[in-house]
């Protein structure tokens, strides 16, 4: 059963008509331009070191390779999964293409992909075993207006890149392993140079102008296309322009009180987004990665799960609700008869393999199958107000039983695979991921 959306807005009060237009006009500049700030920011933020670290920073045209798995306490990548070692590096074109060295794989089972963004967050790349001999090899990476010689050229829609790896890690007797082939990753760069945006970056306090501040001095290094400039007309009318050198703080008070109006407005309308308005306890989007024009979901996915692959390559199942329609808290372990619900800490992605490894593995019916990490919970032990008791004799295989600190991962249409199993359909007939990846919190 849906239920009405909770009032997130209260109705603004502007001071002038010019402030009123500036507010209106500023408003879907903020839904649009969201992603480029934060993956401006993450540049900065991880690129503000002087050697490669072992926990993901690096300087520009550098790759950091991180020596465990991460955990919630690694805050750099919002959505860090604990089967995989995460290596980093952001990539500058503007002096010249770059070239990514990839190391042969030892093992040819193991999983990997190296995910490239461009600055506005799409996922226009990915590198694996699919397009990458296992032997290895070279791919060169050219920016916009560039060319180059070779077997394997990524032309990049952007002269900014995030270069995002993951391998699988299978046990800890297998991190060693995997963190000597992620270290076989190499960059061959000309520059070392920042972009001149995440050099100069505002920070003056005013969360809402140095967004601005920063949103414009980026739009002229990072133009945006022909078919979006219609985004800024209207705040050419009280003189912001992208050809031009803008001084957000020299402005007038009624365009600087617009712009903040504007900037909060769209963060609240962002942020109600990323959360389901009809209080489903289930949903995923096979349009992750790739956005076109869709503005608010490229928005609400940098401020949920900023770098996330597209469904080629993972598929993000979440919930903020469980099937009673109540908010899912990270105290509470949640299941539901008929509809799947997984809880939520701390908005964090969290990873179950699937094809890749021992979590989930594919049976040749093609169900989703793991064992249970314990023995069943007694009879009664797991029962909710108005649900059966899941965990009976009478309903088998209607949970994943999880351990301390683990997920519960519901099955609404189980069917029991003999002692220790459990087993779920595909979430899509047509859909093959490499991964799929449950919200919890």
Request: glycine share 8%; aromatic share 8%.
């Amino acid at each position: 059963m849906n239920h009405p959306a909770p009032q997130f807005f209260s109705a603004p009060v502007y001071s002038s008509s010019q402030e009123a237009l500036v507010a209106a006009a500023a408003l879907p500049l903020v839904i649009y331009g969201y992603p480029l700030i934060e993956t401006l920011r993450t540049c900065r933020l991880q690129t503000a070191v002087s050697k490669a670290t072992g926990y993901g920073r690096a300087p520009v045209n550098t790759l950091s390779a991180s020596e465990r798995q991460w955990t919630h306490e690694d805050r750099d990548v919002v959505t860090p999964a604990n089967d995989l070692l995460y290596f980093c590096g952001w990539i500058n074109l503007a002096d010249g293409p770059v070239t990514l060295r990839v190391p042969p794989l030892p093992q040819r089972d193991r999983y990997y992909v190296v995910e490239l963004l461009d600055a506005w967050t799409n996922n226009f790349e990915n590198l694996g075993p699919r397009n990458v001999p296992a032997e290895g090899g070279t791919v060169t990476l050219v920016g916009p207006g560039q060319q180059a010689a070779g077997a394997h050229v990524v032309n990049c829609p952007t002269s900014l890149v995030w270069l995002l790896g993951r391998v699988l890690v299978q046990g800890p007797d297998d991190l060693a392993a995997a963190h000597a082939f992620e270290r076989g990753f190499a960059l061959d760069a000309q520059g070392k140079a920042l972009p001149q945006c995440v050099r100069t970056w505002s920070d003056t306090g005013n969360e809402a102008l140095d967004f601005f501040q920063n949103l414009f001095n980026a739009l002229r290094e990072l133009p945006p296309a022909e078919r979006e400039l219609g985004v800024l007309t209207l705040l050419r009318k009280a003189g912001l322009k992208i050809e031009d050198e803008v001084d957000i703080s020299g402005l007038r008070a009624e365009i600087r009180a617009g712009l903040e109006n504007a900037y909060r407005q769209a963060m609240q309308l962002i942020e109600a987004h990323t959360r389901s308005q009809g209080r489903k306890s289930w949903g995923y989007s096979l349009k992750l990665g790739l956005y076109g024009d869709d503005w608010l979901q490229r928005a609400c996915t940098a401020m949920k799960g900023l770098g996330a692959l597209r469904a080629d390559e993972a598929i993000y199942a979440m919930a903020d609700f469980d099937a009673d329609a109540s908010r899912c808290m990270a105290r509470t372990r949640t299941s539901c008869a008929s509809r799947p619900a997984c809880c939520r800490l701390r908005r964090r992605l969290v990873g179950l393999a699937v094809r890749r490894g021992p979590i989930l593995q594919r049976e040749r019916d093609r169900p989703l199958c793991r064992g249970r990490p314990h023995a069943r919970p007694a009879h009664g032990a797991r029962r909710r107000a108005g649900h059966p008791d899941f965990a009976s004799a009478s309903r088998p295989g209607r949970e994943l039983a999880a351990g301390a600190g683990g997920i519960v991962l519901p099955d609404p249409a189980p069917l029991p695979s003999g002692a220790g199993l459990y087993r779920w359909p595909v979430p899509h007939p047509r859909c093959t991921p490499r991964f799929l990846k449950s919200e919890v919190p």
